[in-house]
């Protein structure tokens, strides 16, 4: 069964906060101006394109942090949203919202509009970084609020970003085994970008804030992807999508942006597994899952590039019987 979302976008809709990397304006390319008749819009819209059957669809809130719009008007988005589930049209409502705006009540309404999916955006649990990136909450509001969450039949999403001010590769890491412990279904990863008309462009224009290099993003995102995945829990999205905003020609001023940047980080996880297997070889043939094949072989043909370089023939066959991300080798 395909999964599609609908996405609709609530960007700055009650967000009193200015976080150093974030103008949401500019990330989502939507102005403020939401209410009921477009979620009925948006969700007519994309029903109209989408398969009849075999398809479990979300209308999706994301943007801005969905618990802290005004409680009238979030009422409304949610009974237009709730209109779909109850006719069978959708399978659930899933929202991102900000860990400080998680309570009783709020949790309440949502469970009452067949929410189905709650995702927080965490960004770091290390509390210096926190502080440094202008978030306005500390990590143990986030420890609180998925305490909370977890009472209500919500699918938790948690969201990490890496590369903020004052982080580190190792302070990443630790927020990822942190967040693997609070037992989310989903995550994504988000590597910093400096955002155009944000504190965090000011802060880099004054070499105050230095990015991640594409390079190094990629490496630290190579060895989160997996923490996640051994544990269990799904890696929904790695790096904010490529759009004509987000882009260098549009709101992307700095930092580790490549446009297909999540094929980068599979193709450093599948090299590194790969050379475990290697063994010292020089003639393989190397059996993965068939949708496996292109992520083996990295992207533009990386990895074959690479172990041609050090003499190295790696042929690369689709085997069925293999689940998702295992390989066997064969010496020819
Ligand atoms: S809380 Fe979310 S929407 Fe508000 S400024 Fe921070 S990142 Fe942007």
Redesign the pocket.
């Known amino acids: 069964m395909k999964h599609y979302n609908i996405p609709i976008f609530v ?2 809709l009650g ?5 150093v ?4 304006r500019h ?1 989502t390319s939507a102005d403020d101006t939401i209410d009921g008749n477009e979620v009925r819009r948006i969700a007519d819209e994309y029903l109209s394109t989408l398969p009849r059957h075999d398809r479990f669809i979300e209308i999706g809130f994301f ?3 969905f618990t ?1 719009i005004d409680p009238i008007l979030r009422e409304e988005l949610l009974a237009a949203a709730y209109e779909y589930v109850k006719r069978g049209d959708v399978q659930g409502i899933r929202l991102s919202t ?1 860990p400080d705006y998680i309570d009783k009540e709020r949790l309440d309404m949502l469970e009452k509009y067949g929410v189905t999916a709650v995702e927080l ?1 965490v ?1 770091s649990l290390d509390d210096g970084v926190l502080l440094a990136a ?3 909450h500390t990590s143990e509001q986030v420890y609180d609020a998925v305490r909370l969450i977890k009472k209500y039949p919500f699918a938790l999403g948690l969201q990490m970003m890496t590369g903020l001010p004052a982080d580190t590769p190792e302070k990443s890491i630790e927020t990822a085994r942190r967040i693997i412990e609070l037992d989310p279904r989903d995550v994504r990863i988000y590597p910093t970008l400096v955002i155009r008309d944000t504190y965090l462009e000011t802060l880099w224009r004054d070499k105050k804030y230095s990015p991640q290099t594409l390079d190094e993003a990629v490496s630290l995102c190579s060895r989160l992807v997996p923490m996640f995945e051994n544990a269990g829990i799904n890696v929904i999205r790695v790096a904010l999508a490529a759009t004509e905003e987000i882009s260098p020609d549009g709101a992307v001023a700095a930092g580790p942006f490549h446009q297909s940047f999540r094929e980068l980080v599979d193709t450093e996880i599948y090299y590194d597994k790969i050379n475990v297997l290697l063994s010292g070889e020089k003639n393989i043939v190397l059996r993965v899952n068939p949708k496996d094949i292109s992520r083996a072989a990295g992207y533009r043909r990386k990895n074959i590039k690479r172990w041609n370089e050090c003499g190295i023939s790696v042929k690369i066959t689709g085997d069925e019987r293999l689940p998702r991300g295992q390989a066997e080798t064969e010496v020819i």
């Open positions: 960007p700055h967000c009193p906060f200015d976080c990397f974030c103008n949401q990330i943007g801005g942090s802290g900000r955006g960004q202008g978030r306005g």
